[in-house]
Each structure stands twice: as structure tokens, then as C-alpha cells.
């Protein structure tokens, strides 16, 4: 009997590679790579996986690329300009969706589309709010999807992927400089559930679906049973050799919590008009750009006007006030993240393991970017 | 907060042209010049008339062109075009008699350099090269500490970095994907960066390889590591061990091992430096970046651009060929000539 062959779409990308990786190992069907460019496709060729160069933007090459496959996985999006994204994700979606017809398409959203701070009142499964431009792109994605499914005939599962944690990925680099900042404190000493999943457990999702009849569906993917950011901390502090992250106390954590809720609770008129206000008190030391709220309102704004041009002058000026003498903006900060509630909606059922499944992989990873000789030495062996 | 470099005394506005108008030109280039007040831009060119008229419209810069002969006169030039594009380009911008600032690296080969060099010399014009790490604040104090030999004397040095260019958005027709135009891979598109490093805190007046070895694909090069040393001014020699790899994760910064300890500096500036002293108990000391909102990169972009306009109006003391990085570019050239390379193809 012949085995399925699944393609990953973006699989020089932190989950693509690590998926092909995996799948590549699996005897119950083969798994190859489609890359948009040389140097993506060398990161996946120089693990001896099989990869293919295609315009992932270009129905007619996409479906050229996957005539032979039976399933594709897309863990890619498109990131440019606000102004450019939206017609991308466009161009994309329907090179996907024509490459998929009559096939099953796996998609990989996120629980950003829930927005930074997931919050029970203000958060809904089928129509959720994100609250940041990647957020948008991942939402917009899933609804062209899902219109476009109808179409070409395909089956699309969707997934929203939590905030995905391992060697090799950004959270986990996240965590680390986190468990290395002076001052850093874990709000409720990290009791919340973390909306977190490990990246052993996201393929054992993933694999779960590629084997199980194909579903249109939306469905959440953390861990199983889901963790606390305690034990997340933990595993990333082990696995570096440092002690335990500290704890935020209670009555702080509190009314952090509080105010992150208000804040989310709140209309973007509220925020706007605040913000404004931040703004005022401080000039004329600071001006516009640097009001945290800025950014995301112009992006908002931009992915709306798409105006190229608009776009490009606005950059102009934002940069020019930039570099005359602004302050970086202040980083709005990943707090949170940690605050946040569990996802709405159902998720997917699969069988999960432990975190401490990745620790090894971690360190491994942890030693190769922390430590300029040992890691070198062991990695080339010609030294 | 002001950025933290002094602009020139001397206010005479410097007209500037650009050639070149991709992504690092939009984003970085342009927002730092645009903020030097006594610069002003004439004109962008670019071989797409459209790219080049959108970025004038953008910048509100007066001309876009297509072709650089079409271009009025200017005091210098940005030339910001693909590394293997632009020995052509810089003989035309020196007959025009206008001093140039490239990108990095300066020049696709060390006799490209060396004959680059000896052009604007001959006709007397100042020459720089976009290596902006060297004005990171944290790339700075490491040279002061490696100078004032606080930690001994310089043992070895191993850099490191992974070449995490930005894939997303590129497809066949970047220039990225065309080993020619870009040089052929990472060593020269972020090696250059790291090596050139390794040089300025350090001091070095020479480099030579013993051992170089490269992965290539497709005609790329995407990981090249080498060992062999620098020679420092007081003629001692230091070992140094190299690896830029565009394929698997590696420790991004530079280590410099002295008698009594060692400095670590990051790739990334928001990450500053580390101390390591060698005692009983190794004791490792942060040395953090004043003032944090300092740090970004287009700081860096606009010091370069400061010191390189200084350079045009008092051109005594500029050294050519440590500013445009000579002996980065023998590096390179050196690794090109002692490579054990290794091809790999996968079926697909």
C-alpha cells in the first residue's frame, strides 16, 4: 500500500523544520519540504530531508510543486508591510487552496488571533479580536481558507497553535533571556495554564490529524493536559542549569491582572483617547511615535487603507523622528501573556506528553547558542 | 533622549545621492540621513525607475533615476546595490569626483578591494564601508577593555554567528538568491559583519587562514568555518577559530579568551557584554548598555553616516583600508582559496 506523502509549506520556519524533522522519521508516511527560496530550502537540504523550491504565491507553480502529494501542511505566512500583507495573504491563500483541491490542507494559525491578552469576557472562539498584526494576518488566513475551501473542494483543518515552546524556537529564546533578566517575577508564581505547547507535542497533534479522517474544522492546540507557565519556566531554568524564576507576589499579580483587564475590556476608542493622553503629558519631549499604541494603530489602519504609497511616506516620517532622537519604543511587554486565561473553544484531543519530554533538546540547544567554544568544538568536527 | 553621537561641528550641508534603493536603504540609510540635519538628499537611483520614484515620493527627495550617468552632481554617494555590482558602479561615482559609502562588504574579492581603493585614491576622494557593528556601544567597550589590556593580553578568539537572513517575503529573484550579485553566501553577506568585528576590537593588522572548510548548495555557500589567527600591531599572534552557518544554530557572538579572563560580545546589541574572570570561582559580570533605548540599530546607521561625513570634511587620519575593511575582505579571499568544500544535493 502505498504510504501518503505530506508536503510542509514553510519548512525552513521554526515548527516547518522541525515537523519535516519528525515526519521524515516516520515510517507511516513520507514528508517533504517546499521552500520558497534557496537559502530556506539549504537549511532543510543540509539535514539530508528532501525540499523543493516553488513561489508559494504562485497557484501554478504551488500545484506543479504538490501535484504528487496527498496532504499539504502549511505552517507559512506571508510578513510584509500591513499595506502588502493583506494582498499576499490573498495571493496565498488561493495558490494553497488551488494546490490543495480534492486534497486535506492542515493549517497552522494561532492562538494570537485571541489577541496578546486572552481574556474571558472579551474573548470568542468563532469571532475573536486579535490585537496585533500578526494576530490580523493569522485570522485573515483561516477566513480566506475557509471561503476558499468551499471552492476547491478541500478539506481544511485548522489549528491554532499555542505559544510553541522548544530547541530551536523563539518562545523558548523568549524564556531564557526572561529566566536570565534581573528582575524579572512570574505573576501567581506561575500557577495560570499557559496556552503553551511543546513542540514534541505539536507534531504529536499534527500527526494526529494527517491520520485521522480530515475535518473541516477550527480547533485550539496546546498542550495535553495543558501546562502552567511554572512548569514551562521550570523546564527552561533546568535545562540551563539556573535556579527556579522568582515569583510575582499575590497582591501585585493582582492588580496586574486588574488592569490588563480593564485595559482589554476597553474599545479602541478608550485606548486611543488614553493613549492620547500619554502622549500630551509628555510633550514636548516625546511626540506620537513614541506612544506604545501607535504602531499597532497605524499598522491596523494601513492593512486597512492599503495604500502602498501611504504606507511607504508614513514609514518615512515615523523613522526619520525615529532617528532624530527618539527613545526606542518602550517594549509593551510580554506580561500579558502570562496573565492570560485558557483559549476558548474546543481543542484538539491527542495524546500528550510531559514537557520534560524536550528538556534534552533544549539543552542540547541552550549549550550550542550560550557557549562560544564547547559548542563549536563539538559541532565541527574538523576542529 | 538624543542618539549619542555628536554631529560635526561644521555645518555645510553635504548633498547626497543614493544608488540603490532596497530594503536596508528604505528602513535604515534613509532615516539616519534624513535626521542629520546638514545632509541633504539630491536623489535616489535605482535600476527600477519605479522602486526609485516610490522612495523619492516617500522621502520627499527631489529626483529618482534610473541610470547613474543621468544622476546631477553630488558631494557622495550611498551605494547600496548588491556586493558583486558594484565595482562598475564605483568607477563611475569616482569619475564623477563624488566620494562613496557602500554597503558591506566593500568588494566581492580582495583585488576588487585593493583596486577600488586605488581609484579613489587617485582621484583623491574619501571611501567607507557600512560595517555598522563597529559602532555599537557594546563593540565599542570591548575594544577599550581588549586595549586596555585590563583582562591580559589576548589569548584566542572564536566567533561565531548563525546567518538568520531574513528568508521571509524572498523568492528566486532576490539578489540573495543569485551567488554572483551576492557574493555566494553567508561568509560574505554575515561573516563579513562578524569578522570585521573581530578586527575592530581587537586590532588586528592581519589575518591568515590555516583551515577553512564550506558547505554549499545550489551554488550557495550557506556555512563556512575556519581556524588560523590575527597578527595584532605588537606583532603577537592570536588564535582565532571562525564559523558563520546559515543551517544550524551556533553561539552568536564573538569570545575574546585573554590571560585573566574572557569578554563575550553578543550579536545583539540589546544583549551588551559579558565579562568572565578567571579565579578559583569563575565570576561572570554583565555589563549592561546605559541607556537601553539607545540601542537600536539605526543608532548605529546614523554614527557610521556621522563618521563618514567628519571623514569628507577633515579627511586627515582616515585610514581607507581599515574603514572599508581590507583585511576582512583578505579573510574572506583567504577562505575562498583554502576551502574544503562540500556540495550537497538532496532528491527531492
Same mark, same amino acid.
Given at each position: 500500500?502505498?504510504?501518503?506523502?505530506?508536503?510542509?509549506?514553510?519548512?525552513?520556519?521554526?515548527?516547518?523544520?522541525?515537523?519535516?524533522?519528525?515526519?521524515?522519521?516516520?515510517?507511516?508516511?513520507?514528508?517533504?519540504?517546499?521552500?520558497?527560496?534557496?537559502?530556506?530550502?539549504?537549511?532543510?537540504?543540509?539535514?539530508?530531508? /528532501?525540499?523543493?523550491?516553488?513561489?508559494?504565491?504562485?497557484?501554478?507553480?504551488?500545484?506543479?510543486?504538490?501535484?504528487?502529494?496527498?496532504?499539504?501542511?502549511?505552517?507559512?505566512?506571508?510578513?510584509?508591510?500591513?499595506?502588502?500583507?493583506?494582498?499576499?495573504?490573498?495571493?496565498?491563500?488561493?495558490?494553497?487552496?488551488?494546490?490543495? #483541491?480534492?486534497?486535506?490542507?492542515?493549517?497552522?494559525?494561532?492562538?494570537?488571533?485571541?489577541?496578546?491578552?486572552?481574556?474571558?469576557?472579551?474573548?470568542?472562539?468563532?469571532?475573536?479580536?486579535?490585537?496585533?498584526?500578526?494576530?490580523?494576518?493569522?485570522?485573515?488566513?483561516?477566513?480566506?481558507?475557509?471561503?476558499?475551501?468551499?471552492?476547491?473542494?478541500?478539506?481544511?483543518?485548522?489549528?491554532?497553535?499555542?505559544?510553541?515552546?522548544?530547541?530551536?524556537?523563539?518562545?523558548?529564546?523568549?524564556?531564557?533571556?526572561?529566566?536570565?533578566?534581573?528582575?524579572? /517575577?512570574?505573576?501567581?508564581?506561575?500557577?495560570?495554564?499557559?496556552?503553551?505547547?511543546?513542540?514534541?507535542?505539536?507534531?504529536?497533534?499534527?500527526?494526529?490529524?494527517?491520520?485521522?479522517?480530515?475535518?473541516?474544522?477550527?480547533?485550539?492546540?496546546?498542550?495535553?493536559?495543558?501546562?502552567?507557565?511554572?512548569?514551562?519556566?521550570?523546564?527552561?531554568?533546568?535545562?540551563?542549569?539556573?535556579?527556579?524564576?522568582?515569583?510575582?507576589?499575590?497582591?501585585?499579580?493582582?492588580?496586574?491582572?486588574?488592569?490588563?483587564?480593564?485595559?482589554?475590556?476597553?474599545?479602541?476608542?478608550?485606548?486611543?483617547? /488614553?493613549?492620547?493622553?500619554?502622549?500630551?503629558?509628555?510633550?514636548?519631549?516625546?511626540?506620537?511615535?513614541?506612544?506604545? #499604541?501607535?504602531?499597532?494603530?497605524?499598522?491596523?489602519?494601513?492593512?486597512?487603507?492599503?495604500?502602498?504609497?501611504?504606507?511607504?511616506?508614513?514609514?518615512?516620517?515615523?523613522?526619520?523622528?525615529?532617528?532624530?532622537?527618539?527613545?526606542?519604543?518602550?517594549?509593551?511587554?510580554?506580561?500579558?501573556?502570562?496573565?492570560?486565561?485558557?483559549?476558548?473553544?474546543?481543542?484538539?484531543?491527542?495524546?500528550?506528553?510531559?514537557?520534560?519530554?524536550?528538556?534534552?533538546?533544549?539543552?542540547?540547544?541552550?549549550?550550542?547558542?550560550?557557549?562560544?567554544?564547547?559548542?563549536?568544538?563539538?559541532?565541527?568536527?574538523?576542529? | 533622549?538624543?542618539?549619542?553621537?555628536?554631529?560635526?561641528?561644521?555645518?555645510?550641508?553635504?548633498?547626497?545621492?543614493?544608488?540603490?534603493?532596497?530594503?536596508?536603504?528604505?528602513?535604515?540609510?534613509?532615516?539616519?540621513?534624513?535626521?542629520?540635519?546638514?545632509?541633504?538628499?539630491?536623489?535616489?537611483?535605482?535600476?527600477?525607475?519605479?522602486? #526609485?520614484?516610490?522612495? *523619492?515620493?516617500?522621502?520627499?527627495?527631489?529626483?529618482?533615476?534610473?541610470?547613474?550617468?543621468?544622476?546631477?552632481?553630488?558631494?557622495?554617494?550611498?551605494?547600496?546595490?548588491?556586493? +558583486?555590482?558594484?565595482?562598475?558602479?564605483?568607477?563611475?561615482?569616482?569619475?564623477?569626483?563624488?566620494?562613496?559609502?557602500?554597503?558591506?562588504?566593500?568588494?566581492?574579492?580582495?583585488?576588487?578591494?585593493?583596486?577600488?581603493?586605488?581609484?579613489?585614491?587617485?582621484?583623491?576622494?574619501?571611501?567607507? *564601508?557600512?560595517?555598522?557593528?563597529?559602532?555599537?556601544?557594546?563593540?565599542?567597550?570591548?575594544?577599550?577593555?581588549?586595549?586596555?589590556?585590563?583582562? +591580559?593580553?589576548?589569548?584566542?578568539?572564536? *566567533?561565531?554567528?548563525?546567518?538568520?537572513?531574513?528568508?521571509?517575503?524572498?523568492?528566486?529573484?532576490?539578489?540573495?538568491?543569485?551567488?554572483? #550579485?551576492?557574493?555566494?553566501?553567508?561568509?560574505?553577506?554575515?561573516?563579513?559583519?562578524?569578522?570585521?568585528?573581530?578586527?575592530?576590537?581587537?586590532?588586528?593588522?592581519?589575518?591568515?587562514?590555516?583551515?577553512?572548510?564550506?558547505?554549499?548548495?545550489?551554488?550557495?555557500?550557506?556555512?563556512?568555518?575556519?581556524?588560523?589567527?590575527?597578527?595584532?600591531?605588537?606583532?603577537?599572534?592570536?588564535?582565532?577559530?571562525?564559523?558563520?552557518?546559515?543551517?544550524?544554530?551556533?553561539?552568536?557572538?564573538?569570545?575574546?579568551?585573554?590571560?585573566?579572563?574572557?569578554?563575550?560580545?553578543?550579536?545583539?546589541?540589546?544583549?551588551?557584554?559579558?565579562?568572565?574572570?578567571?579565579?578559583?570561582?569563575?565570576?561572570?559580570?554583565?555589563?549592561?548598555?546605559?541607556?537601553?533605548?539607545?540601542?537600536?540599530?539605526?543608532?548605529?546607521?546614523?554614527?557610521?553616516?556621522?563618521?563618514?561625513?567628519?571623514?569628507?570634511?577633515?579627511?586627515?587620519?582616515?585610514?581607507?583600508?581599515?574603514?572599508?575593511?581590507?583585511?576582512?575582505?583578505?579573510?574572506?579571499?583567504?577562505?575562498?582559496?583554502? *576551502?574544503?568544500?562540500?556540495?550537497?544535493?538532496?532528491?527531492?
Amino acid at each position: 500500500m502505498k504510504i501518503p506523502t505530506v508536503g510542509i509549506v514553510g519548512a525552513a520556519g521554526q515548527v516547518g523544520s522541525a515537523l519535516l524533522r519528525s515526519l521524515n522519521n516516520d515510517r507511516e508516511l513520507a514528508a517533504v519540504g517546499i521552500c520558497r527560496n534557496n537559502l530556506s530550502a539549504a537549511r532543510v537540504a543540509c539535514q539530508g530531508l /528532501r525540499v523543493r523550491i516553488a513561489r508559494t504565491d504562485d497557484a501554478v507553480q504551488l500545484t506543479e510543486a504538490t501535484r504528487d502529494l496527498d496532504i499539504l501542511v502549511n505552517c507559512a505566512l506571508p510578513q510584509y508591510g500591513p499595506s502588502r500583507t493583506c494582498a499576499a495573504n490573498q495571493r496565498f491563500a488561493e495558490s494553497l487552496a488551488a494546490a490543495c #483541491a480534492g486534497k486535506h490542507l492542515v493549517h497552522l494559525s494561532s492562538v494570537a488571533v485571541y489577541g496578546t491578552f486572552i481574556s474571558d469576557r472579551k474573548v470568542f472562539f468563532d469571532n475573536p479580536k486579535p490585537d496585533s498584526l500578526y494576530g490580523r494576518q493569522k485570522l485573515q488566513m483561516e477566513r480566506l481558507l475557509r471561503t476558499l475551501a468551499k471552492k476547491h473542494s478541500m478539506k481544511c483543518t485548522i489549528l491554532r497553535l499555542g505559544h510553541v515552546y522548544g530547541a530551536e524556537l523563539r518562545w523558548s529564546e523568549i524564556l531564557f533571556d526572561l529566566i536570565r533578566k534581573d528582575g524579572f /517575577r512570574l505573576p501567581f508564581d506561575g500557577e495560570l495554564l499557559s496556552n503553551a505547547i511543546g513542540i514534541t507535542n505539536l507534531i504529536a497533534g499534527i500527526r494526529k490529524v494527517l491520520f485521522t479522517e480530515p475535518l473541516e474544522i477550527t480547533l485550539n492546540l496546546t498542550d495535553a493536559p495543558q501546562t502552567s507557565w511554572r512548569d514551562i519556566f521550570d523546564l527552561h531554568s533546568h535545562s540551563t542549569g539556573s535556579p527556579a524564576v522568582e515569583s510575582l507576589n499575590t497582591s501585585e499579580s493582582e492588580w496586574r491582572f486588574r488592569e490588563l483587564k480593564k485595559w482589554a475590556e476597553s474599545g479602541m476608542t478608550a485606548r486611543v483617547a /488614553r493613549e492620547t493622553c500619554v502622549w500630551g503629558r509628555h510633550l514636548p519631549a516625546s511626540f506620537i511615535a513614541s506612544v506604545p #499604541a501607535f504602531r499597532p494603530m497605524l499598522q491596523w489602519a494601513l492593512e486597512r487603507i492599503r495604500s502602498e504609497k501611504l504606507e511607504a511616506k508614513l514609514w518615512a516620517v515615523y523613522h526619520k523622528r525615529f532617528a532624530s532622537g527618539m527613545e526606542a519604543n518602550p517594549d509593551p511587554g510580554i506580561l500579558p501573556v502570562f496573565l492570560s486565561e485558557p483559549v476558548p473553544g474546543p481543542c484538539l484531543s491527542y495524546e500528550g506528553s510531559s514537557p520534560a519530554v524536550d528538556l534534552g533538546a533544549l539543552q542540547d540547544w541552550h549549550d550550542a547558542i550560550s557557549a562560544p567554544q564547547a559548542s563549536m568544538c563539538g559541532a565541527i568536527p574538523q576542529w | 533622549m538624543g542618539i549619542v553621537a555628536h554631529e560635526p561641528k561644521d555645518v555645510r550641508e553635504v548633498s547626497i545621492g543614493v544608488i540603490g534603493c532596497g530594503g536596508v536603504v528604505e528602513s535604515l540609510h534613509l532615516p539616519a540621513l534624513a535626521s542629520i540635519s546638514e545632509v541633504k538628499i539630491r536623489w535616489v537611483c535605482d535600476s527600477s525607475a519605479d522602486r #526609485a520614484r516610490s522612495l *523619492a515620493r516617500a522621502w520627499g527627495v527631489g529626483q529618482a533615476f534610473e541610470q547613474i550617468d543621468d544622476c546631477s552632481d553630488v558631494d557622495a554617494v550611498l551605494v547600496a546595490t548588491p556586493v +558583486g555590482t558594484r565595482q562598475a558602479i564605483l568607477a563611475k561615482t569616482t569619475e564623477r569626483g563624488w566620494h562613496a559609502f557602500c554597503e558591506k562588504p566593500f568588494a566581492i574579492s580582495a583585488n576588487e578591494h585593493r583596486h577600488m581603493l586605488e581609484c579613489g585614491a587617485r582621484y583623491g576622494l574619501i571611501l567607507g *564601508a557600512g560595517y555598522m557593528r563597529r559602532h555599537h556601544w557594546a563593540v565599542k567597550q570591548a575594544r577599550d577593555m581588549m586595549r586596555s589590556k585590563v583582562l +591580559g593580553s589576548l589569548r584566542e578568539i572564536t *566567533a561565531s554567528e548563525s546567518a538568520q537572513l531574513e528568508r521571509t517575503g524572498l523568492d528566486l529573484s532576490s539578489y540573495r538568491n543569485n551567488a554572483r #550579485a551576492s557574493g555566494g553566501g553567508v561568509l560574505v553577506e554575515t561573516g563579513c559583519h562578524l569578522f570585521d568585528e573581530v578586527v575592530f576590537v581587537s586590532d588586528a593588522i592581519r589575518a591568515d587562514v590555516r583551515t577553512c572548510a564550506q558547505q554549499v548548495w545550489n551554488d550557495y555557500e550557506v556555512e563556512t568555518t575556519a581556524t588560523g589567527c590575527i597578527a595584532l600591531g605588537s606583532g603577537e599572534q592570536v588564535a582565532l577559530k571562525f564559523a558563520v552557518s546559515g543551517t544550524r544554530p551556533v553561539f552568536a557572538g564573538i569570545a575574546f579568551r585573554c590571560e585573566w579572563g574572557e569578554v563575550r560580545l553578543r550579536i545583539d546589541p540589546a544583549k551588551g557584554l559579558e565579562v568572565f574572570l578567571k579565579q578559583a570561582h569563575p565570576y561572570r559580570l554583565e555589563v549592561p548598555h546605559p541607556r537601553p533605548g539607545q540601542q537600536h540599530v539605526l543608532a548605529a546607521f546614523r554614527c557610521e553616516w556621522l563618521h563618514f561625513l567628519e571623514a569628507i570634511r577633515t579627511p586627515r587620519g582616515w585610514d581607507v583600508s581599515r574603514e572599508t575593511g581590507l583585511i576582512t575582505s583578505d579573510f574572506i579571499a583567504q577562505c575562498g582559496e583554502m *576551502a574544503k568544500v562540500s556540495r550537497f544535493a538532496v532528491p527531492v
